[in-house]
T-cell receptor
Framework: ETGVTQTPRHLVMGMTNKKSLKCEQH?????MYWYKQSAKKPLELMFV???????ENNSVPSRFSPECPNSSHLFLHLHTLQPEDSALYLC??????????????FGPGTRLTVL | QKEVEQNSGPLSVPEGAIASLNCTYS??????FFWYRQYSGKSPELIMF????GDKEDGRFTAQLNKASQYVSLLIRDSQPSDSATYLC????????FGTGTRLQVFP
């Protein structure tokens, strides 16, 4: 439950605001992920970091900017978002290199609402 | 395009029954398969993973994999109302692809 933490848990922002989501993992894992979960849609992988290096970027709009200062912390910087960006943003971590066979463990998520 | 398909449900079963959740996937090169449970408003929680054809049991849960048919299932024995949640199937090749989930309702 507390292996991966995310703050804030809820965020309401206007389209002109700049905010950041934070994720921290206490599992000693090497890879961290950002996912977006919208209603009625499957989880969408946004970014993957392995040992602080970005290894995957799934054509995410530039208004989402990730940052991974070390293997335990991951940020998602948000600016000039659109209402359709409202969703649950989930952070996950895994032991391996961020490849396909890793078991991923999720944080509680940040519920983002863009007005 | 790599896809993972699940029936959205809801699947309604009485307490004590066996709940059977199914998932098909399109990429024959998929190597590992995961079942996550997600309660409403919560994040996904790993239940089981399976890599090899056949059955894998963990308590009341059994995962079944058939790579030839590109099919993976999750059986929940002695279903409890607390099992009511959305169950996400995820399939891994070079990255994890999730299905949309099946909503399970266990009624007393």
């Amino acid at each position: 439950e507390t292996g991966v933490t995310q703050t804030p848990r809820h965020l309401v922002m206007g389209m002109t605001n700049k905010k950041s989501l934070k994720c921290e993992q206490h599992l000693g894992h090497n890879a961290m992920y950002w996912y977006k979960q919208s209603a009625k849609k499957p989880l969408e992988l946004m970014f993957v970091y392995s040992l602080e290096e970005r290894v995957e970027n799934n054509s995410v709009p530039s208004r989402f900017s990730p940052e991974c200062p070390n293997s335990s912390h991951l940020f998602l910087h948000l600016h000039t978002l659109q209402p359709e960006d409202s969703a649950l943003y989930l952070c996950a971590s895994s032991q391996g290199s961020g490849s396909g066979t890793d078991t991923q463990y999720f944080g509680p998520g940040t519920r983002l609402t863009v007005l | 395009q790599k896809e993972v398909e699940q029936n959205s449900g809801p699947l309604s079963v009485p307490e004590g029954a066996i709940a059977s959740l199914n998932c098909t996937y399109s990429d024959r090169g998929s190597q590992s398969f995961f079942w996550y449970r997600q309660y409403s408003g919560k994040s996904p929680e790993l239940i089981m993973f399976i890599y090899s054809n056949g059955d894998k049991e963990d308590g009341r849960f059994t995962a079944q994999l058939n790579k030839a048919s590109q099919y993976v299932s999750l059986l929940i024995r002695d279903s409890q109302p607390s099992d009511s949640a959305t169950y996400l199937c995820a399939v891994n090749t070079d990255k994890l692809i999730f299905g949309t989930g099946t909503r399970l309702q266990v009624f007393p």
